[in-house]
T-cell receptor
């Protein structure tokens, strides 16, 4: 049973560029959440997708956008990259219902030069 | 707004000794609480969760945590640590109708194990 898978594992971009990160949820899960983890910090919630719609959003600018596909997989897009966007981006999946924890992938390490 | 505080940035414990990692939360309603562990370069692995019921919850790898509403705490414990327990530990509180729609994490506690 495959867990949450993310691609790519590492990515290097320059300021002003755009990036797309991908996530496949764990089998049986229908909800995907994205988090940003800066070095030495805890993960910060970006947004959550369910039924192909953004359901919750954290305190991130509109440069951060996402999408969920009918097969429940998801993408995170970041436009106009800033140096401060360098971080580990974590995807988590869950089943929408009571007592269902989020399960995390290994993340994508994004470095901005 | 909800928040999580992990007062200890770094803890060093001898192998075989007991462990307690502290977590305090701020949340207006009944909290949904989680402990995750992160090894270097890896994602987060769920150790245990509290949604309701028995305030002492058992998790994987011999970990347990106790929910104390009066102290707004959810401390993680292990009776005897192993060298493989060295990692970063994160406490989190969940919000939303199902308790899993948004997680707010603490800043983490780094655990070092010495022989």
């Amino acid at each position: 049973d495959a867990g949450v898978t993310q691609s790519p594992t590492h990515l290097i971009k320059t300021r002003g560029q755009q990036v797309t990160l991908r996530c496949s949820p764990k089998s049986g899960h229908d909800t995907v959440s994205w988090y940003q983890q800066a070095l030495g910090q805890g993960p910060q919630f970006i947004f959550q997708y369910y039924e192909e719609e953004e359901r919750q959003r954290g305190n991130f600018p509109d440069r951060f956008s996402g999408h969920q596909f009918p097969n429940y997989s998801s993408e995170l897009n970041v436009n106009a990259l800033l140096l401060g966007d360098s971080a580990l981006y974590l995807c988590a999946s869950s089943f929408r219902g009571l007592n269902q924890p989020q399960h995390f992938g290994d993340g994508t390490r994004l470095s901005i030069l | 707004a909800q928040s999580v505080t992990q007062p200890d940035i770094h803890i060093t414990v001898s192998e075989g000794a007991s462990l307690e990692l502290r977590c305090n939360y701020s949340y207006g309603a009944t909290p949904y609480l989680f402990w995750y562990v992160q090894s270097p370069g890896q994602g987060l692995q769920l150790l245990l969760k509290y949604f309701s019921g028995d305030t002492l919850v058992q998790g994987i790898k011999g970990f347990e945590a106790e929910f104390k509403r009066s102290q707004s705490s959810f401390n993680l414990r292990k009776p005897s640590v192993h060298w493989s327990d060295a990692a970063e530990y994160f406490c989190a509180v969940g919000q939303g109708n199902f308790g899993n729609e948004k997680l707010t994490f603490g800043t983490g506690t780094r655990l070092t194990i010495i022989p």
